[in-house]
Nanobody, 121 residues
Framework: QVQLVESGGGLVQAGGSLRLSCAAS????????MGWYRQTPGKQRELVAG???????NYVDSVKGRFTISRDNAKRTVYLQMNSLNAEDTAVYYC???????????????WGQGTQVTVSS
């Protein structure tokens, strides 16, 4: 059973910082893409930042220069450092990863349970 477990959300004042973490666990052969999506009520889930092994990370324009994604392959963990937060960053943040389970032959997309980030103005 492959799982993604997130941590680090919460309430922060505008201009503040938060760091999200997402750890993959279970019977895993390989992890390709790891990233963070966010969703607010009535809107589609959007990709905030993603990182693929051996490639440069990519970001949605609205967070460039403020958010930094990184991953620790040994720990199977992806991080999202969020600085200069503003009210528009308020959302539920979901971790996503493309994982090849030991029991399978193709990569599958897995999701974390979501963590709330609330920025007060």
């Amino acid at each position: 059973q492959v799982q993604l477990v997130e941590s680090g959300g919460g309430l922060v004042q505008a201009g503040g910082s938060l760091r999200l973490s997402c750890a993959a666990s279970g019977s895993i052969s390989s992890i390709n893409f790891m990233g963070w999506y966010r969703q607010t009520p009535g809107k589609q889930r959007e990709l905030v930042a993603g990182i693929t092994s051996g490639s440069s990370p990519n970001y949605v324009d609205s967070v460039k220069g403020r958010f930094t994604i990184s991953r620790d392959n040994a720990k199977r963990t992806v991080y999202l450092q969020m600085n200069s937060l503003n009210a528009e960053d308020t959302a539920v943040y979901y971790c996503n990863a493309l994982i090849l389970p030991k029991s399978g032959s193709v990569y599958r997309a897995y999701w974390g349970q979501g963590t709330q980030v609330t920025v007060s103005s």
